[in-house]
């Protein structure tokens, strides 16, 4: 079974400074892990996901995350905040099949002027 | 490329009521999830379709709850005698190829249940 455990259900950051929003995992198989952004009245979008290979995987909008076996952990970070990142991010993940993605309860990230 | 759809974005509706919600999934994909998402949760899986074949239903789904995919484009979720508890925002996410693709979100119908 899989399960997703996201640490802080609210961060606040200041622009420019650095983002980081935690996620640990439980897999009982090798686990494919996501990172999705959820903005006011919108559906779900995908920043990254790593699957297999390199464990530090570049997103879009200037995100990355580390797949850290020995921690369990996909930490989301991204070196300078913006305005534009307030949103809610979710964890996810799912055993290779992919059809019974797992998400965590959510983080969302406010971002100060 | 027009994006996962789903309508309506927002239903009101009695409990004891049946309520009916659509979505219209990125075409060519073959894929099509059902998610309830409840305020302050992620989504939760419900179940999956293959083409129009229903592969995996979430202990989630009650009895009352009722998932069609007839043509293998369009998906259908339907609530019969609603409860309070149903009350949520249902996902569709939609995705092509094997396990590993992404999935694609809509933006959700919200579902109250007074």
């Known amino acids: 079974a899989q399960s997703v455990t996201q640490l802080g259900s609210h961060v606040s950051v200041s622009e420019g400074a650095l983002v980081l929003l935690r996620c640990n995992y439980s897999?009982?198989?090798?686990?494919?892990l996501f990172w999705y952004v959820q903005y006011p009245n919108q559906g779900l979008q995908l920043l990254l996901k790593y699957t297999t290979g390199a464990t530090l995987v570049k997103g879009i909008n200037g995100f990355e995350a580390e797949f850290k076996k020995s921690e369990t952990s996909f930490h989301l970070t991204k070196p300078s905040a913006h305005m534009s990142d307030a949103a809610e991010y979710f964890c996810a993940v799912s055993p290779d099949n992919n059809n019974d993605m797992r998400f965590g309860a959510g983080t969302r990230l406010t971002v100060k002027p | 490329d027009t994006g996962v759809s789903q309508n309506p974005r927002h239903k009101i509706t009695k409990r004891g009521q049946n309520v009916t919600f659509r979505c219209d999934p990125i075409?060519?994909?073959?894929?099509l999830y059902w998610y309830r998402q409840t305020l302050g949760q992620g989504p939760e899986f419900l179940t999956y379709?293959?083409?129009?074949?229903?592969?995996?239903k979430s202990r989630l789904l009650s009895d009352r709850f009722s998932a069609e995919r007839p043509k293998g484009s369009f998906s259908t979720l339907e609530i019969q005698r609603t409860e309070q508890g149903d009350s949520a925002m249902y996902l569709c996410?939609?995705?092509?190829?094997?396990?590993?693709?992404?999935?694609?979100f809509g933006p959700g119908t919200r579902l109250t249940v007074l």
């Open positions: 075409s060519e994909h073959n894929r």
């Open positions: 996410a939609s995705g092509q190829g094997s396990g590993t693709d992404t999935q694609y």
């Open positions: 379709f293959q083409n129009e074949a229903q592969l995996e």
């Open positions: 897999s009982s198989v090798p686990p494919y």
